[in-house]
């Protein structure tokens, strides 16, 4: 048991002498903060944002593209984050 206490306290020394050998890739004071970061928004909204781009080899003036575009639209209501859902 008293082995690997020595290894382990040894096995930490050596990991702490590599960790400060190396120096900092970025002094503290090098990068200066953001500015004008937009505000945080809930996932909720940034995920209701997002709209579907109706792109694809269909037209949309032909019967089975517009059916076609009524299930991406059905589909994309389903997988909308509702509140309390989770």
């Known amino acids: 048991m008293s082995v690997f206490v020595i290894l382990l306290l040894a096995g930490l020394a050596v990991c ?8 900092p890739r970025v002094p503290a004071g090098a990068v ?6 937009e505000p945080l928004q809930p996932v909720d909204a940034w ?16 019967e089975a593209g517009r ?5 991406l639209r059905r589909e994309e ?10």
């Open 32 to 37: 200066p903060a953001p500015r004008g970061v």
């Open 47 to 62: 995920q209701q944002s997002i709209r579907l781009a109706p792109v694809g080899h269909y037209h949309a003036d032909s």
């Open 16 to 23: 702490g002498f590599l960790l400060r050998r190396q120096p």
């Open 67 to 71: 059916r076609l575009l009524e299930k």
């Open 77 to 86: 209501q389903r997988q909308w984050p509702q509140e309390g859902r989770n």
